[in-house]
């Protein structure tokens, strides 16, 4: 946990230094605006065994720099919550506006690694970082000085677990034909596929 505390730190700092880098070239240049942020926060959602959805919130900020209209590079990070457990991705970003209006259609894809925490969780002795990828698109309304985004989109997140699993008892009236299931000591490996549905603020 110490290790992924320090991962998460190290790239907080190397984001918000990246992000005054590009603010200094953007301000010296005294041309557009070329570094943007957004804020947000959304929802995703699956389906369980037993067909009922689950849903899970999820917090993000993002910083890109303009190269033009149609690709848009960045850093993304946020909060992200599973049904037991919750992580920090940080993430390579690449987006951009289909046409040249005010309200546009808009695409995202981003892909990075998600450091997950394991300090709470009761099931797992150990959760190992995981690669994630995400899609989508959506609309972008424009006001004065920010803008509104609603999107959609498709994740996969990866993971490994370690812990015990597998405990059960199926008992009978025939004492003899019951049985009891010891747990064992399992690796597991995840992919979690979600929908993602975003709303957030670019200014």
Do not use: C
């Not at 320090?6 to 190397?14: A, C, D, G, P, R």
């Not at 919550?81 to 046409?99: D, T």
């Not at 009761?122 to 803008?147: H, M, P, Q, V, W």
């Amino acid at each position: 946990p110490a290790d992924h505390r320090n991962i998460i730190t190290l790239s907080f700092v190397l984001f918000i230094s990246g992000s005054a880098s590009l603010f200094g070239q953007t301000d010296s240049t005294k041309t557009e605006q070329r570094l943007s942020y957004q804020l947000g926060f959304g929802l995703t959602t699956f389906e369980r065994a037993n067909a009922s959805n689950s849903y899970n919130a999820l917090f993000y900020g993002n910083i890109t720099y303009f190269l033009n209209p149609l690709f848009q590079l960045g850093l993304a990070t946020g909060y992200d919550e599973y049904n037991e457990l919750s992580g920090i991705p940080i993430m390579l970003i690449f987006q951009g506006e289909i046409g040249n209006r005010k309200h546009l259609p808009i695409y995202y894809v981003q892909g990075g690694l998600t450091h997950f925490f394991e300090e709470d969780n009761d099931r797992f002795d150990s959760i190992d970082e995981g690669r994630i990828f995400e899609a989508g698109l959506g609309y972008a309304f424009g006001f004065k000085e920010t803008r509104l985004t609603l999107t959609i989109g498709w994740r996969r997140q990866m993971l490994t677990t370690e812990g015990w699993e597998g405990y059960g008892y199926f008992y009978t009236t025939d004492i003899f034909a019951s049985s009891f299931l010891p747990p064992t000591y399992q690796t597991t490996h995840w992919k979690l596929d979600r929908m993602v549905f975003r709303i957030g603020l670019t200014f």
